[in-house]
Every structure is written in C-alpha cells, then in structure tokens.
C-alpha cells in the first residue's frame, strides 16, 4: 500500500509536469523564474483530491488580485505539514519560506521553513465586570503588616498561566509556531539521509513503473548500494531527461544534488550532472 501511495505521487509529479494547462488572464499570476526565492509568503496548503499533489496556494495582496499556486515538493517537512491538516478542523494558514523551481511550464516550491497559524477560541470568562454602586458596602481598611491568608499553590499554577496566555493569544491574534511531526514518519530505507548532499554520485537514470525519472546510485567498493531516488521537477531534470532520450537511460551519469524524503521514499534535487569519460581498458 505504501508502495502504491509513493508511486501515485510520482505519477503526480509526472502529470503536474508534462500536462500543464495555460494559465488564464483572471486569478492567476505569472510563472516565476527558478532561484526566486519565497520568504515568509502566507497562505493555505490545497489539493483537488486525495491522490493529487499538494500545492500551496499564497494569499493575494490585494482583495480580488491574482493568487500565486506553487506545487509543493515532498519533504520531511510536508509530511509534517500533512500531518498538521489531517488533525485539525479548522483552517490552517501556512508560513512558508523557499525556493522556487520552474519545471516545463510550471512552478514548483521546495518548503525550508514553515511556521503555521491557527485560530483559538474566544475566552467566555473576559466580561468588563460592573461597576461599583452606592449601595454597595464600603471596604474595610487593611493592616499592611496582617498576613494574609490565600489558597495560592505556587506549584499547581498550570490552569492560570494557561489562561493568561490564552488571553494574550487572543489579544494579538493567531499563534504563529514551527511546523511539528505531530506523530512518527513513514520510514525509508537507510543508505541516504534527507539533507544530505551528493557530490558526483555516480549512477544511472532509469524510469519507474509509474514513468517517473530516477537514479539508482552505482554499488560502492564495499558492494552496499544506495536505494534509488525519485529525481525532482527543476530546470536541471530538463536537460538529464533530454540526455536520457537520446539514449543515455542505463547508461553512466555523475550527477550531484540534495536528498529529501517524503512518505517511504528518497527524492533527489539534482544541482549538477555531467556524463563519465570512459577510458577503455589497457592490456
């Protein structure tokens, strides 16, 4: 089931990328060049259906301006983000900082930072209390050097420090925090790790059952073999696919990038790539 489900996202990726529709003039802006970068760009995670990418979708400047839509690359911190949505009935607005990607027509955005805001209930307890009337008693005076007796626990506070800041919550407005793992992740296969960046890992391109584009890393001298990775939508992948049909699928390829893992499965971004010189054996 978790092999159908990582398959099915890298059909979506090959969908999102090769069958793109025009963009039309009303709500919809312009395609950004890959290298800009997002900061901090507010707005919601949306998908038409249970098997279609994510995409991020940033909240117009202007009531009635166009809105930009990225689809959002898988990531730990998607994973994260998906967790967070699924748990909470009310809308969640994401705060995401990144770079885009421009893909054959398309804007992808690779999440580094993400804070998410949502809403907290209004207090019951916060009315102005009345004001003091003439028929009400007048105070008696206090001795300042009395003690006075109160049920003040300085160890059991939880429920009012609680409640003074849910008050200050509401007092500013939405609570912006880091995006958390609200539960454990789908583990992948060991050999790389999300992070981790790949200097001329020598390799081959292949395409999957579900058509998308992958390299399977080469066996070290040891004879231990990296699992393959799901090669990400970006102007680099344009020119490795091109290579490949031309012939170069199967064939050698030093191709550098970062890793990044989402649902059971190891992407790679490729940064740089270049095909091996083969010497021919001297006897």
């Given at each position: ?35 800009t ?20 979708r ?56 993400v804070e ?41 506070q939880?429920d ?68 393959s ?10 020119g ?7 012939g ?36």
């Open positions: 089931m978790l092999h159908l489900r990582t398959s099915a996202f890298a059909v979506l990726i090959l969908l999102a990328t090769t069958a793109f529709s025009m963009q039309s003039d009303s709500g919809v802006a312009p395609l950004l060049p890959e290298g970068f997002i900061a901090s760009a507010r707005g919601s995670l949306e998908r038409s259906a249970p098997d279609r990418p994510w995409t991020f940033i909240d117009a400047v202007e009531e009635g301006g166009p809105q930009q839509q990225l689809t959002v690359l898988p990531t730990t911190l998607l994973e994260e983000m998906e967790q967070n949505q699924s748990e909470r009935d009310e809308e969640i607005h994401f705060s995401i900082s990144g770079p885009v990607l421009l893909y054959r027509g398309r804007n992808f955005l690779l999440p580094q930072h998410m805001e949502s809403d907290h209930a209004d207090r019951g307890d916060t009315a102005t209390p009345p004001a003091p009337t003439d028929s009400d008693p007048e105070p008696a005076p206090v001795d300042p050097d009395a003690l006075i007796e109160d049920d003040f626990d300085p160890v059991d939880g009012s420090i609680a409640s003074i800041v849910a008050q200050l919550q509401q007092d500013v407005g939405p609570l912006k925090r880091s995006v958390a793992r609200t539960g454990p992740l789908v583990e992948v296969p060991e050999g790389v790790r999300e992070g981790e960046l790949l200097i001329s890992r020598r390799g081959r391109v292949l395409r999957d059952r579900s058509g998308a584009w992958v390299v399977v890393p080469d066996a070290d001298a040891t004879g231990l073999q990296d699992p990775m799901i090669l990400l939508p970006s102007n680099k992948l344009v490795i696919e091109n290579w490949a049909r031309r170069g699928i199967g064939k050698p390829i030093l191709i550098s990038g970062e890793v990044f893992s989402y649902r059971g499965r190891h992407f790679l971004l490729p940064t740089a790539w270049r095909v091996p010189r083969e010497r021919p054996n001297l006897k």
